[in-house]
């Protein structure tokens, strides 16, 4: 299990007082507040995050050489047991992937192994990216409940999905852990939010969330996920052209014009985070993408 801090805090303003949980997980700072001065109960409720979140990791992240994902992108087009966990995962990566029109793959993250946007100085060759483009596609994927055939070469990635789906999983242990004792939470996967019945007792008003790019630099959130996606840390400029680290699995090549950043409200992180990331994907027709789906968000150009 991860290192953890737990601190209390003290409202200025009331004598309410909420603990903090920190912890590293996913590549990412996080941590969850918890009203309550419980601190045995604050204890319970770090190890229960922490063990959630490093199950999901180790489950899931294609870093781990012992996951799950491992065994399938290692399997040569030879069938790995999967469990009812893992099938729903590719149901829902199915759902994204025909509603964005193949747009939200998770077969394409082997693209990134040809635009390195952390050090990148030169465009790949087109005929590689068009290579690779043979490896990729989710519908070229067979499963069931019980078993996953991947084709040999290609690979899976829940990077879009797996930190959203986390903050779900302890939302659900935190929420059922935190009825009785009235104690109210956020939870904060390295800005992947989900807030339950929480006001700050500083100004009795709902979380205020730092947003970059935004007019008011912060969102107000009460109940709910919100989670954002945006351009500003990852690309790369040749000839006067930026070029944005999300790419098109169709094409192999950057999105054009996407918006600088994209924040998404729903019940669910997973709903937040991928209808962000899909809008993203969208490129000029973000806009009216979220639009038709009926999704509350803020987007920046």
């Not at 999905?161 to 939870?187: H, M, P, T």
Request: net charge neutral.
């Amino acid at each position: 299990m991860s290192n953890y801090s737990l601190e209390l805090k003290d409202s200025q303003k009331s004598s309410h007082s909420y603990y903090q949980i920190r912890f590293n997980a996913m590549a990412s700072p996080c941590e969850v507040l918890i009203k309550t001065q419980d601190k045995e109960l604050s204890n319970i409720l770090a190890k229960l995050t922490i063990s959630e979140v490093n199950r999901i990791e180790c489950k899931y992240s294609r870093y781990n050489a012992d996951s799950l994902l491992a065994k399938i992108n290692t399997s040569n087009g030879n069938p790995v047991d999967i469990d009812i966990e893992t099938y729903q995962l590719f149901n829902y990566a199915k759902e994204l992937f025909n509603l964005s029109e193949g747009l939200f793959d998770i077969t394409s993250g082997i693209l990134g192994k040809l635009w390195n946007f952390q050090n990148q100085t030169s465009i790949p060759d087109n005929s590689i990216i068009k290579d690779t483009l043979s490896f990729i596609g989710f519908d070229r994927i067979q499963y069931t409940e019980k078993s996953i055939s991947l084709p040999k070469g290609m690979q899976i990635d829940f990077g879009g999905i797996g930190k959203e789906y986390a903050v779900d999983q302890v939302a659900k242990i935190l929420n059922n852990r935190c009825k009785e004792s009235s104690s109210n939470f956020l939870i904060n996967l390295g800005g992947d939010l989900f807030a339950k019945d929480y006001k700050s007792e500083i100004d009795n008003s709902p979380w205020k969330i730092g947003l970059e790019n935004s007019k008011s630099g912060y969102i107000n959130l009460l109940n709910g996920a919100v989670a954002t996606s945006g351009t500003s840390q990852r690309s790369f400029t040749q000839n006067g052209k930026v070029y944005s680290h999300l790419l098109n699995p169709k094409t192999g090549w950057p999105i054009e014009n996407p918006p600088k950043s994209v924040t998404c409200f729903a019940e669910t992180c997973v709903l937040a985070g991928t209808f962000s990331s899909l809008a993203m994907l969208q490129g000029v027709n973000a806009e009216s993408f979220l639009k038709s789906e009926e999704i509350e968000h803020i987007l920046v150009r």
